[in-house]
């Protein structure tokens, strides 16, 4: 594996942990009530997930049979889904998504990443 596609893998474990930040920060903004902030927190983590999904084929393409395909797709899916309640407006649902569909999806798929990546990134 060369330098760069360690550096990809090394930055988009990072990035992840800027994500879930993120979500923890839009939850907390969602919780009491503070939506402009909560919603413009969202769109700066659906940007870092495009950034990370941009990378994601150079990272599949050096470990493959990982699996991190399958938890790739429940992560995009519950981001797809917490995307509609964000264009919608609707706090309570996003709230809802955030909590019960897209935090889980996206600990899974963190989770998995690191346990893969590790031995990669020396993070």
């Known amino acids: 594996?060369?330098?760069?596609?360690?550096?990809?893998?090394?930055?988009?474990?990072?990035?992840?942990d800027t994500v879930r930040a993120g979500l923890f920060y839009v939850?907390?903004?969602?919780?009491?009530?503070?939506?402009?902030e909560g919603f413009g927190?969202?769109?700066d983590v659906l940007d870092g997930m495009s950034s990370?999904?941009?990378?994601?084929?150079?990272?599949?393409?050096n470990l493959p049979g990982q699996g991190l395909d399958?938890?790739?797709d429940?992560?995009?899916?519950?981001?797809?889904?917490?995307?509609?309640?964000h264009a919608l407006q609707k706090p309570e649902r996003a709230w809802a998504v955030l909590k019960t569909v897209l935090?889980?999806?996206y600990d899974e798929w963190q989770e998995h990443m690191y346990?893969?990546?590790?031995?990669?990134t020396f993070c």
């Open 1 to 16: 594996m060369n330098d760069l596609t360690m550096e990809v893998m090394r930055q988009t474990l990072e990035l992840s």
């Open 27 to 36: 939850q907390t903004c969602l919780e009491e009530g503070s939506l402009e």
């Open 41 to 43: 927190m969202m769109e």
């Open 52 to 61: 990370i999904r941009r990378a994601m084929p150079v990272i599949l393409n």
């Open 70 to 72: 399958d938890s790739l």
């Open 74 to 85: 429940r992560l995009r899916e519950a981001l797809e889904y917490m995307e509609e309640s």
């Open 103 to 105: 935090m889980p999806a």
């Open 115 to 120: 346990r893969s990546l590790k031995r990669y």
